[in-house]
């Protein structure tokens, strides 16, 4: 039987794999061919989520692209990253087959047989001798969440694990906390749509020029002339494009939104019917009280009349606002109450439900809000809840699994699932389309780490990844471009990806991938329908019935790809928009937001205002390490651990050659560093090397390393939100000293202070 299903899944692409065009030759496509056909696929990087019109060879092969016109994201624009999407797939260092390690210590190329014959002894034999809870997985946000979903319901229901995780934990927990605890969902509430409708756009740790290009472009289209008020410490592209600079002391965002809620509550600027649909009003306005402007001044760095005349433009009668963040509030050890201080203030003045408004989080990975809903990690498949016995049931009836192999509790987070390993008790990891040993806080903890594990196993496209150096397994995976499902994007549009090469040698979807392994553990009867991504896709839809991210209306794929995308919720009370292409359908028929009625997903149908004072920084800068360390993206031209961007040409050329840090000249002036000088940056967990990049932008004090070079993270420092688990990868304590001369920063103090 494996046999046969190993032919099946190794052989030219089928139904299951591909829906375009023609059919695919396996041979190499000469140049000189022009294409003959076209089809489109969400880009695979950014949760912007643009769509590209893929451009076919007579094979049905794409050899080239271009953005779509008419869709309504990206609206025929994309970034560097998304014009050289094919790319990646030609490298020369694609895994094409399955590596073991030998006794000796090196990878030998192994058949798909064997290799899932090891990963099922080695993982059976952890089980019956340590139990259900000593192996996990870690997964990603770049992979359709048909193989999400796939993933965690084989891991947990049909392996009978425990814990798993998404590297989504690392960008987009702490509004998914933040909105479940405000609105009872995990529910983004906006529409790209809302970018060009608002009459202030406030922009919180969000470097959109950078990080999100395509969205930046949406803001310049507003024809409102919005006032664009950036709070960010650093003067970054998007602040200084931006009408307004607020250059917040790290971490001071907390004390800063509650401040502007003392002054909008004491000048009456509220919104009472926005408020008569809320819970927790009465007990925020006294807490409050102690948030005068004078009080937040210090901790801000931003001076009272500052914040009072911020306090005015975002709650002012009949302007429509709009708050959005990114990594800069997500990343931070209490980024959930943050993002609810801005939650609080969107519904202290009914800044929400309505064009141009909102508390919008604008996520990180591709498909990090498919994980959110289908990886079956924190919540169970679907939006359910572990703990609720209705909802298990429900995932029982339509999947057709035991109900007594669905578990009650949600996985250990991240973070946790790599304390339990440190601690011996996880004892097998499976790493799936992430790079953890390059991408996770403090990450030379976990060379450290890997020597109490019994079992690692990697998944992935690249077999010279961090991570995939030190695996026992690697299982040699279909990259974007290769397969189909959907993504689903920061304001919640699911859109479909398609299969328009072959992968390389042995190379698998990892949907094929996980057809095997639940075939080779005994538990494929369970998954009997899950044949291929779309059938998978239809139970995936019917699980979502009367959840709030209902999609019931949605009948296939080839439905979602003439609507130009479609936002959930989706139900199927929905009528379908009239017109027979998404072209004639960019406004309002494609662009829906939430909440127009300030009835949230909670048991009394009202918005909870949460709050709770500032916390200390867990590492603040002191006389040893008096630098404050600030990490981010760097270039649009980059994308997180630069697995796939890096082999690119084109994309190399476009990005910094070599890793900097950006230092103010007085700083620098003051340690003896002149331009490109090297400098060693050190914090208590390791140093680097890397050169002086003399950075006005930057505040005195304060210095910024772009976090895709894999030693950055080997000096950020292990805290988390107490709610979302979050790592707090934005602000650390470290010293910085000429590599010439070795003369650390200790010794000019005064520098910083100043």
Request: hydrophobic letters at 35%; glycine letters at 8%; a neutral charge.
């Amino acid at each position: 039987m494996l046999a046969r299903l190993l032919k099946q899944h190794t052989g030219p692409l089928t139904r299951d794999l591909v829906q375009t065009p023609g059919s695919f030759g396996l041979g190499k496509v000469p140049e000189r061919l022009k294409p003959v056909g076209t089809t489109t696929s969400i880009c695979g990087y950014c949760a912007t989520g643009c769509q590209l019109k893929l451009h076919l060879d007579a094979s049905g092969r794409a050899i080239n692209l271009s953005p779509q016109a008419h869709y309504p994201v990206n609206l025929g624009m994309a970034c560097p990253k998304g014009w050289q999407a094919l790319d990646p797939l030609d490298a020369p260092d694609r895994g094409t087959t399955p590596l073991r390690r030998t006794a000796q210590g090196d990878f030998e190329s192994i058949d798909w047989a064997t290799a899932v014959e090891t990963f099922v002894h080695r993982f059976k034999s952890i089980q019956q001798r340590h139990g259900h809870h000593s192996a996990a997985f870690l997964s990603t946000g770049q992979i359709p969440f048909e193989e999400m979903a796939f993933l965690g319901c084989l891991w947990k229901f049909g392996m009978g694990f425990h814990h798993g995780d998404a590297n989504t934990r690392q960008c987009m927990a702490t509004a998914v906390s933040a909105y479940k605890q405000s609105f009872g969902f995990d529910a983004p509430p906006y529409t790209y749509a809302d970018f060009e409708e608002s009459d202030v756009i406030v922009l919180v740790g969000a470097n959109l020029c950078i990080a999100h290009p395509i969205l930046w472009q949406r803001i310049v289209r507003n024809p409102r002339s919005p006032k664009i008020i950036v709070i960010d410490p650093r003067a970054t592209e998007t602040a200084q494009a931006a009408d307004q600079h607020l250059p917040l002391r790290p971490k001071g965002d907390l004390p800063l939104y509650y401040a502007l809620a003392h002054c909008i509550i004491r000048d009456g600027r509220i919104d009472s019917n926005s408020l008569e649909r809320t819970e927790g009003f009465e007990e925020f306005r006294h807490f409050v009280r102690d948030y005068s402007p004078a009080a937040v001044a210090e901790a801000t760095g931003i001076d009272s009349d500052t914040i009072e005349t911020l306090a005015h433009q975002v709650s002012e009668p009949g302007k429509r606002v709009s708050w959005w963040w990114t990594m800069g509030v997500n990343q931070s050890y209490e980024g959930v109450r943050t993002a609810q201080a801005i939650i609080n203030l969107c519904l202290m003045t009914g800044n929400i439900g309505r064009p141009g408004t909102g508390p919008n989080s604008i996520t990180g990975q591709c498909n990090a809000m498919g994980s959110r809903l289908f990886s079956n990690t924190t919540s169970l498949v679907g939006g359910h809840d572990f703990a609720n016995p209705e909802h298990r049931l429900k995932v029982s009836r339509i999947l057709g699994i035991p109900l007594d192999a669905i578990p009650s509790s949600p996985s250990l987070a991240y973070d946790q699932i790599l304390d339990a390993a440190e601690r011996g008790e996880i004892k097998g990891l499976w790493i799936v389309a992430t790079n953890p040993f390059h991408s996770w806080i403090d990450s030379g903890r976990l060379a450290a780490l890997r020597e109490k594990l019994e079992f690692l196993v990697v998944q992935d496209m690249y077999s010279t990844t961090e991570s995939a150096q030190v695996a026992d397994l690697f299982l040699p995976a279909a990259g974007w471009g290769e397969k189909q499902g959907c993504f689903i994007n920061s304001e919640r549009r699911i859109g479909t990806l398609k299969a328009v090469r072959t992968p390389p040698g042995q190379a698998l979807a990892d949907f094929r991938i996980f057809r095997l392994l639940a075939h080779a553990w005994g538990c494929d009867s369970w998954f009997d329908s899950w044949t291929d991504p779309e059938a998978a896709f239809l139970q995936l839809r019917d699980l979502t019935l009367d959840r709030p991210c209902d999609i019931t209306g949605i009948r296939d794929y080839q439905h979602i790809d003439q609507s130009g995308g479609i936002q959930w919720p989706y139900p199927k009370s929905m009528t379908t928009p009239p017109h027979p292409t998404h072209a004639d359908r960019v406004g309002e028929l494609t662009e829906r937001r939430l909440f127009a009625d300030w009835n949230y997903y909670t048991p009394t149908g009202k918005a909870r205002i949460h709050f709770s004072p500032p916390a200390p920084p867990p590492e603040p800068p002191n006389a040893d390490f008096p630098f404050l360390l600030l990490t981010g993206r760097g270039s649009s031209s980059q994308w997180h651990t630069q697995t796939r961007t890096a082999k690119s040409d084109i994309l190399r050329k476009l990005s910094p050659q070599e890793a900097y840090l950006e230092i103010h000249p007085e700083d620098a002036a003051i340690l003896g560093i002149a331009a490109n000088d090297p400098v060693k940056v050190s914090s208590r967990r390791g140093e680097i090397i890397v050169a002086a990049y003399l950075a006005p932008t930057m505040q005195r004090g304060q210095v910024f390393l772009p976090m895709h070079d894999r030693r950055v993270n080997q000096l950020t420092h292990p805290s988390f939100d107490a709610h979302s688990r979050q790592p707090n990868y934005k602000a650390c304590a470290v010293q910085i000293s000429s590599a010439k001369t070795s003369s650390p920063s200790k010794k000019s103090r005064t520098s910083p202070a100043e």
